[in-house]
């Protein structure tokens, strides 16, 4: 399997349920990205990993955690979302520079989230 | 700070007819500009990117885009639509060293008219 994987590709869930989103990237990249998209909005950088640091996080509320036990993996866990958390959210990797230029995102295909 | 603006939310144009994506940028330090396109239920893949060396950079499926300093523009265009290039279209910025952040427009919806 090539390139970066979402699943779910779909996830309804209640105000009150615990879920994790998963992504796993074959690409041989150090750096992972979790993005959120929503309708009328620009995409919404919420963490970056790079070397399975977490590097960024913007301003996030904490019921997003983000995990990344490894180069290859990265996970995004929810707990008590809120309507307005709905959205597709993206994974993206890419090769870290160490500050010298900048190496091109590879997405996922995303999981369409619905908090109901 | 930076910021890209992409004019028009959505576009079309009949098929065989050229393709222009308008992109606008800010930056205090030379960019590097992106174009990424999005496919229904799909994540986004990369176009082209403009990374300082030719102003005119060639991307995937025909499409082109010409970096423009004294316009601050990174337009992207094809000479013939086609069916498939039906799609959302975003133009990305990055311009901190050592930053992850990179900063997308909303998006152009680009429909092809048969």
């Known amino acids: 399997e090539t390139g970066v994987t979402q699943t779910p590709r779909h996830l309804v869930m209640g105000m009150t349920n615990k879920k994790s989103l998963k992504c796993e990237q074959h690409?041989?990249?150090?750096?992972m990205y979790w993005y959120k998209q929503s309708a009328k909005k620009p995409l919404e950088l919420m963490f970056v990993y790079s070397l399975e640091e977490r590097v960024e996080n913007n301003s996030v509320p904490s019921r997003f955690s983000p995990e990344c036990p490894n180069s290859s993996h990265l996970f995004l866990h929810l707990h008590t979302l809120q309507p307005e958390d709905s959205a597709l959210y993206l994974c993206?990797?890419?090769?870290?520079?160490?500050?010298?230029?900048?190496?091109?995102?590879?997405f996922g295909n995303g999981t369409r989230l619905t908090v109901t | 700070a930076q910021s890209v603006t992409q004019l028009g939310s959505h576009v079309s144009v009949s098929e065989g007819a050229l393709v222009l994506l308008r992109c606008n940028y800010s930056?205090?330090?030379?960019?590097?500009l992106f174009w990424y396109v999005q496919y229904p239920n799909q994540g986004l893949q990369l176009l082209l990117k403009?990374?300082?060396?030719?102003?005119l950079v060639k991307g995937i499926n025909g499409f082109e885009a010409e970096f423009k300093k004294s316009e601050t523009s990174f337009h992207l265009t094809k000479p013939s639509a086609h069916m498939s290039d039906a799609a959302e279209y975003f133009c990305?910025?990055?311009?901190?060293?050592?930053?992850?952040?990179?900063?997308f427009g909303k998006g152009t919806k680009l429909s092809v008219i048969p």
């Open positions: 403009y990374t300082s060396a030719a102003t």
């Open positions: 690409l041989g990249h150090n750096a």
């Open positions: 990305a910025l990055y311009s901190g060293a050592g930053s992850y952040q990179l900063t």
């Open positions: 993206a990797s890419s090769q870290a520079t160490g500050g010298q230029g900048y190496s091109p995102l590879h």
């Open positions: 930056s205090s330090v030379p960019p590097y």
